[in-house]
């Protein structure tokens, strides 16, 4: 074939290069600009508000109404969470059930009381370290005063003994001297029993502000802080789980609010959850692990079967029906290998517990409906079946790994309706996480999928060879 092309054969290999790259670079163009934008997430209050002597207090729908009215960013951008809000736990939950938020922030019905709780706890605190640290200064103050009596007392005493030994050496009466030396010493002691008890006093105050102090820091300790409850999908994205389930709490943790984050819909996908915790991109590398094989493998196998049991020009209608009859049935047994090897690479690369029944079957049904997509196509044209293997893998792939969200606005208008790739990874979210059988979230748009393969099919058996055109003529 090659020969008849002459010396353009040598621009060959440049032009496929040059497809080859232009290929990877469109698939690989939503993960260069991949941006978060608009994620829906919902927005639950509970809060039964409290009672203050300024009037009802309710921090809960506070809270909600200025989470709600921030969907935009201060320059006009859109916020990566778009927050709405739901009326009723039973609504959140049919909502979170039916796929529509990646998670849910749920504020408890005791919120505004406990953060009244801890701010009387505080207060108490507060009021009670200001009584210690007053105590404190109030027992230096005695210490001082009863020192400086002390100090008095004792020259006091000091002076009259001097006194009384002078009066004893002039030859006065010693009964005197006596005498007041006996009332110096009292005065003395006087004095420093007066100081003493306002040391003690001052010293018990203290104490007493002290026990207070305690108390009113284990109090505060008791009282727990409020929080808020967040909820993260895993089955709506593995990927947004990973991203938002970090991001969140730690927006909320910078306004000073405690927050409890619980993964919901995490199912039994065995070490590859480990992995997407530590890293994100793990999560959605162990379905492109799965979609971007099964996919080639489908592609690969239409092509084959289309060239081993081509029927040539002249084929009558009957022969071609009985060819794509043959290739139909070929279909099913290389699907079903196809599917094999997807789960192997699933189970032995990835590390995921994947169930081997329902994931095998549904990757069977995938692959089929794929399949015959593109045994219509090549049976059709080569072009054609060409043309469609190069559109599905390029557009298509990533929308098996990202979000609609995140994906840029060509794929999310244009590609991603349309895309086998989605319908798998829907599908395979549904049993890794979701529990689901066989037939799940993604079986019946492949379904889909399948039925314009067979109409491709009916179209290239109904199309006109030679020999049935030459039969036409001659009647």
């Known amino acids: 074939m090659f020969e008849k092309l002459g010396k353009a054969k040598y621009v060959v290999p440049l032009l496929i290069g040059i497809v080859a790259a232009c290929v990877m670079s469109v698939m690989f163009y939503p993960m260069a600009n991949m941006e978060m934008k608009g994620l829906p997430f919902a927005v639950l209050s509970l809060d039964e508000g409290v009672e203050t002597p300024q009037g009802d207090m309710n921090v809960g729908d506070t809270l909600v109404e200025n989470i709600t009215s921030a969907t935009a960013a201060e320059d006009g951008e859109e916020s990566p969470i778009a927050w709405t809000k739901v009326g009723s736990q039973k609504e959140l939950d049919e909502a979170l059930e039916n796929g529509e938020y990646y998670g849910a922030i749920i504020v408890p019905a005791d919120f505004s ?27 230096a103050q005695a210490a001082a005063a009863a020192q400086a009596a002390a100090a008095g007392g004792e020259a006091a005493a000091g002076g009259d003994q001097a006194a009384a030994m002078a009066a004893a050496a002039a030859g006065g009466e010693a009964a005197g001297g006596d005498q007041a030396a006996a009332m110096a010493a009292a005065a003395a002691a006087q004095g420093g029993d007066a100081a003493a008890a306002a040391q003690g006093d001052a010293a018990q105050a203290a104490a007493l502000a002290a026990a207070a102090q305690d108390d009113g820091a284990s109090e505060a300790e008791e009282v727990e802080a409020p929080a808020l409850k967040v909820l993260i999908d895993k089955a709506k994205s593995p990927l947004v789980a990973s991203q938002m389930g970090a991001s969140i709490p730690s927006m909320f943790q910078q306004m000073g609010v405690d927050v409890e984050v619980e993964t919901i819909h995490e199912g039994d996908a065995g070490s590859a959850d480990d992995a997407a915790a530590a890293n994100p991109m793990a999560g959605m590398m162990s379905q492109q692990l799965t979609i971007m094989p099964l996919f080639l493998m489908s592609f690969v196998g239409a092509l084959v079967l289309s060239r081993v049991f081509k029927t040539g020009a002249g084929a009558s209608r009957a022969e071609r029906w009985k060819s794509l009859a043959v290739q139909a049935a070929y279909a099913v047994a290389v699907s079903l290998v ?73 794929w999310q208008d244009w590609v991603y309706p349309w895309a086998p790739q989605r319908f798998m990874s829907e599908g395979i979210r549904a049993i890794l996480y979701l529990d689901a059988g066989a037939w799940n979230a993604g079986s019946l748009p492949l379904l889909i999928v399948g039925a314009v393969g067979a109409m491709l099919t009916c179209i290239a058996a109904l199309v006109p060879g030679k020999k049935d055109k030459s039969e036409t003529v001659a009647a």
């Open 113 to 139: 009381a406990q953060q009244m709780a801890v701010k009387q706890a505080e207060t108490k605190a507060s009021l009670a370290q200001a009584q210690a640290l007053m105590a404190a200064q109030a027992q």
């Open 338 to 410: 196809a599917s094999l090897c997807a789960y192997a690479m699933l189970v032995w690369v990835a590390g995921s517990g994947a169930a081997f029944g329902e994931f095998a079957l549904f990757m069977w049904f995938a692959s089929f409906c794929v399949m015959l997509v593109f045994i219509g196509a090549f049976n059709i044209s080569t072009a054609l079946g060409g043309l469609l293997a190069l559109v599905g893998f390029a557009l298509g792939m990533m929308t098996g790994t990202f979000p609609f969200e995140a994906l840029p606005a060509f």
